[in-house]
């Protein structure tokens, strides 16, 4: 039996898994071979559970699943025959990364999305969750990449309900163009007299795996969407303050996922604008982030299973570009970085399952895309250990998306997502910017593959 060592200064030509040529990633005979077995050995492995790190363990990848996750020395007296023995002694294995907010299609342009989302698989990111943009742009795209016809994370999308009054938003039109906004089945306007069962269908008819509840809505009818979408067997996700609902009353509603941890604050300052677009600024400076209404929250959150989708890089972000500007340009009432985190950390110590989302781009020539500074941000600001910053990455993200028993961890019987690095995350969380291979349903993308974004591609860069 042959082994083979996968990565030293290069990548070895010797290895027998071809490594993707640019342009046809996504094409499965270039990008590697996923009809043989191979085991991976001497990772040092991280598993996605929250386990304490692993030394000198072994994987085995049958087609694209994991079918074997031992020890090394046990893994290889029980290869079956002819699979490939890969030595990748050095090197950290992570399950596949899962970014649970993104925005691939607010204004549709398929070269950006798929050169974005080329940057997203060739860093380790398996899956992404779109939430909300022109269903017609992101059902091609989730097509593509789930059938491995792109080198792109597997696209998961939502479709919008909100109140009438949001769809004055110019975004919604953008993303509905030559169409109504809030009167296509990917965005729809709900009133108290909107049949609910017929909302839910037209959202489900999308292919949405989730119904985003974003903006404009009373509890009553935050309930209705959430009990008439679990009914149907549809996931519900919704910003954490609909505007007037309360965060308490999102969570009390049942919803499966609340992204953004700052507007949290809006419940402990007892401030309810009717809408999304309102005037008021908080003082976020006098609020008290283990506030007991805060815990109350995440109480329930715990019980039921909601996820917290933090964002907290968009706030380290916006707060970042703020204090470069003058002081009397800047905006008022952007919430700290801080505020965010010590919310995020009190939820996570009340046993609240955080996600990483980032509802935000690095500039096209970034060589990691945002969701790398989530990871450290979350690491920084909410205090989160390593380990659970990972789990949050991985296994948190698959329970976001429903696919938990699919995804997520390193285990047998999982699809084999996969992502080798050559540095190790629990050192430094920076170290996940060492990406040598993703492997995403058992199909290889080495990194040294990777063809960097153009201005080409992009058109027209904002």
């Known amino acids: 039996m042959k082994t083979y060592k996968v990565w030293g200064v290069l990548v070895a030509t010797a290895i027998s898994l071809a490594l993707a040529q640019p342009g046809t990633a996504g094409d499965t005979a270039a990008a590697g071979d996923t009809a043989s077995a191979r085991a991976y050995v001497g990772v040092s492995l991280i598993d996605g559970t929250g386990t304490p790190l692993q030394h000198d363990m072994g994987v085995l990848i049958q087609g694209d699943r994991i079918t074997e996750v031992l020890p090394s020395l046990q893994l290889k007296a029980r290869l079956p025959e002819g699979a490939k023995l890969v030595d990748a002694s050095g090197h950290y294995l992570l399950p596949g990364l899962i970014d649970t907010h993104v925005h691939m299609a607010t204004v549709p342009n398929r070269e950006q999305a798929e050169a974005y989302m080329r940057r997203y698989l060739y860093s380790g990111i398996t899956s992404v969750r779109d939430m909300a943009g022109d269903m017609r742009a992101l059902a091609e795209l989730a097509r593509k990449s789930r059938l491995g016809k792109i080198p792109a994370p597997d696209l998961y999308y939502s479709a919008l309900m909100a109140g009438p009054s949001f769809f004055d938003d110019p975004r919604p039109g953008m993303a ?3 169409e109504t906004p809030g009167a296509v089945p990917w965005m729809q306007a709900i009133t108290s007299q909107t049949d609910m069962e017929e909302a839910v269908a037209l959202a489900r008819g999308t292919w949405a795996t989730g119904i985003k509840i974003y903006a404009n809505l009373p509890y009553a009818q935050v309930r209705r969407i959430t009990k008439e979408g679990h009914r149907q067997g549809i996931k519900v996700w919704a910003h954490s303050m609909v505007f007037p609902a309360y965060p308490s009353e999102v969570v009390g509603a049942g919803v499966d996922v609340i992204s953004h941890a700052c507007r949290l604050a ?6 309810r604008p009717d809408e999304y677009h309102h005037k008021v600024a908080l003082d976020f400076d006098a ?9 109350g929250i995440f109480e329930q959150m715990k019980n039921q299973g909601t996820v917290l989708d933090a964002t907290l890089w968009l706030y380290a972000n916006r707060e970042q570009r703020e204090n470069e500007k003058p002081k009397d340009k800047r905006s008022a009432g952007i ?9 995020t950390h009190f939820a996570y110590e009340n046993g609240v399952d955080v996600s990483v989302g980032t509802d935000g781009m690095v500039p096209y020539d970034a060589e990691y895309p945002a969701l790398f500074d989530e990871l450290e941000v979350l690491a920084a600001k909410a205090d989160m250990p390593p380990l659970q910053v990972i789990r949050s990455a991985t296994y948190v993200g698959a329970k976001v998306l429903g696919l938990e028993d699919e995804r997520g961890t390193i285990e047998p019987g999982k699809r084999a997502d996969l992502i080798f690095l050559s540095k190790n995350p629990l050192e430094d969380m920076a170290n996940m910017r060492s990406v040598v291979l993703t492997v995403k349903a058992g199909t ?11 201005k080409t591609e992009l058109g027209e860069i904002n």
Do not use: K, N, Q, W
């Open 176 to 178: 509905a163009e030559g």
């Open 266 to 271: 809006f419940e402990i300052a007892g401030v």
């Open 287 to 295: 609020l008290d982030t283990r506030s007991p209404v805060l815990g």
């Open 335 to 343: 919430c700290p970085s801080a505020v965010a985190g010590a919310m």
């Open 444 to 454: 290889d993308y080495p990194r040294e593959a990777y063809t960097p974004i153009t």
